[in-house]
């Protein structure tokens, strides 16, 4: 007769044991990979959104009221709030709408962490906070227009995002006589894919969309990586963008523009001279591309051939 075999209690434990420590290990970068999946479906259908609706306002200015006193106080400020109620609420679904005192109460975290996962940050509360340079009086007045340091007022979707609103409802068009960035951007969106849900990271379930230009508006939504590629030419410049990842890209003129808005939220350096962009300045004149200073943010038409910063996008 053949013995029978079999495990025993002490190989069955430790097998389970085994399985128990793999799944430890292996199931939270599984998640993760699930989550950013998930997370870029959400963002692209956002965007797509967004941009939809912005694209149905005939201009994107001078929404709300915002004064100032003599020493540049805010007397009074209605103008992010008023662009949701009287212009995006038109166009777009919208379930709850909370004023500049009250983000919170639609799901605005009160602190994110930065793209590159260094600093923990607050939540910017209103322009300035954006980035310092967007109030810089020396780069951003012009003759159409100027930047007012309006306060963020928010509002939560039918899909359960939370959206902070900065609005500067003096922006201008495409065609006015400056090159200034500041001037140009007439909202600026933070959304929070899952409200106060964690990680609450920039890059992850938190991100940025802008819309430029009151009449003809384009609206992007850079995806930022979180460090610089190798200094370069424009002309070298996607190919060190590839080097740091296959899914990298050079961004557009525009798309540039919304990170220096970002710039807190990317944590990307205002001292550098200027970052290249993926925009020549036409196709007859391809040895030149725009170019952006971010410690000013000037648009610039830079020689192909200089060789400057380089911040790549996800494509």
């Known amino acids: 007769m053949k013995k029978k075999t079999g495990f025993t209690l002490a190989e069955i434990l430790i097998t389970l044991a085994i ?11 599984l998640l993760v ?54 212009a995006l609420s038109k166009v777009y679904k919208i379930n709850n709408v909370c004023g500049p005192d009250k983000l919170g109460s639609c799901g605005i975290p009160s602190k994110i962490t930065t793209l590159d996962a260094v600093a923990e940050i607050n939540f910017p509360t209103k322009m300035s906070e954006l980035n310092v340079n967007l109030l810089n009086g020396n780069h951003q007045v012009n003759e159409e227009g100027d930047v007012a340091d309006t306060k963020a007022a928010a509002f939560e979707t039918v899909n359960g ?16 006589g400056s090159h200034y960035t500041q001037n140009k951007m007439c909202v600026n969106f933070i ?5 106060t849900e964690g990680p609450n990271q920039v890059g992850k379930d938190v991100g940025f969309i802008t819309a430029f230009y009151n009449k003809n508006p384009i609206v992007v939504a850079p995806i930022a990586y979180g460090t610089n590629a190798n200094k370069n030419t424009s002309i070298n410049a996607p190919a060190s963008c590839k080097a740091q990842g296959e899914n990298l890209r050079l961004p557009n003129r525009d798309e540039l523009g919304s990170m220096f808005v970002n710039q807190v939220l990317i944590n990307i350096s205002s001292e550098a001279t200027s970052y290249w962009s993926s925009s020549v300045i036409s196709p007859g004149n391809s040895g030149y591309a725009w170019c952006l200073a971010f410690n000013q943010g000037h648009r610039n038409t830079c020689s192909r051939a200089y060789s400057t910063e380089i911040r790549c996008v996800n494509k």
């Not at 399985?19 to 970068?29: F, H, Q, R, Y």
């Not at 939370?162 to 006015?176: K, M």
């Open 19 to 29: 399985i128990g420590i793999v799944a430890a290990i292996t199931l939270p970068s």
């Open 33 to 86: 990979n699930v989550n950013e999946k998930a997370w870029d479906a959400q963002k692209k259908a956002l965007h797509a959104r967004l941009a939809q609706a912005i694209g149905q306002i005939n201009t994107l200015g001078g929404y709300g009221t915002y004064t100032e006193d003599e020493d540049g106080t805010a007397t009074e400020d209605t103008a992010a709030e008023s662009f949701i109620l009287d």
């Open 161 to 176: 995002e939370s959206i902070a609103v900065f609005y500067n409802p003096l922006c201008s068009s495409d065609s006015s």
């Open 191 to 195: 959304y929070d894919l899952n409200g």
